[in-house]
């Protein structure tokens, strides 16, 4: 881990978007670097899916559109991060937001972005990841049936509940997420590239390598500013 003591004392001040389609790792990525950078996450996607089982107002709203493989509206979602992102100090790592163009303006009207990170995959190996995730019902920790198996069939490492599947892993709503990607999200790429703060990483290979390139951005990052 050559790159984590010289951006540990930096970049607990930083904001950063994790961008990337469906399936490229950002949870993955999010997780690890939250645990050793002391990030505070924000994921839409875990907050969402939280609101959706306690069935509050919110969850209630969203539900069809994410079961769907379609977008919560924009000013649903803009208000949940208006509400988390309120008064939070010190470095943030966002995991799903922004996700549409109208959503990154929002965004700028509340934090100062000072890096967006786009993980790079291609489309197969993302039907591949996603159909294959299994989560944790009860600590939301994620595997892969192959690239990442728990150690017991079925059961979560972490706290030793069962393993499911998500109701948006079927190839039919992956497919239709990966298009509304395409469609919505990926021009995002060109707003933060146009304020050149855009990094592009290869999401592709072991999940520690490619948490090696993240943390290596966030090096090259410092060093520039
Ligand atoms: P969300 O939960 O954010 O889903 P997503 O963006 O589609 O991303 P995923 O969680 O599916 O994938 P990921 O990139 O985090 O990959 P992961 O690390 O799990 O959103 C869900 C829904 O909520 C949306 O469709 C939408 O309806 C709604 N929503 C959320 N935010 C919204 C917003 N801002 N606006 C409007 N609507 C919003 O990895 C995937 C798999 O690959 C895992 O099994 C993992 O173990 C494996 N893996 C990870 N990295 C690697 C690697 N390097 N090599 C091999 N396997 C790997």
Do not use: W
């Amino acid at each position: 881990m050559i790159y984590l003591s010289e951006v540990r004392s930096y970049a607990m001040d930083l904001k950063i978007v994790l961008l990337g389609p469906p399936g490229s790792g950002k949870g993955t990525q999010t997780e690890r670097l939250c645990a050793e950078l002391k990030f505070t996450k924000i994921s839409t996607g875990d907050l969402l899916r939280e609101a959706v089982k306690q069935g509050t107002p919110l969850g209630i709203k969203a539900k069809s559109y994410m079961e769907s493989g379609g977008l919560v509206p924009d000013q649903l979602v803009g208000d949940l991060i208006k509400e988390k992102l309120t008064g939070q100090k010190g470095g943030v790592l966002l995991d799903g937001f922004p996700r549409t163009v109208e959503q990154a303006k929002m965004l700028d009207q509340i934090i100062k972005v000072d890096l967006a990170i786009d993980l790079e995959v291609d489309e197969e190996l993302l039907v591949k990841r996603l159909t294959e995730r299994r989560v944790c019902k009860s600590c939301n920790s994620v595997f892969h049936l192959e690239f990442n198996p728990p150690k017991l069939a079925g059961k979560c490492d972490k706290c030793g509940s069962d393993l499911i599947q998500r109701n948006d892993d079927s190839e039919k709503v992956v497919r239709e997420r990966l298009r509304v990607y395409k469609e919505k999200t990926l021009p995002l790429t060109r707003y933060y590239y146009d304020k050149q703060i855009l990094v592009r990483i290869n999401g592709q290979g072991d999940i520690s390598d490619v948490y090696e390139r993240v943390l290596k951005a966030l090096k090259s990052h410092k060093k520039k500013n």
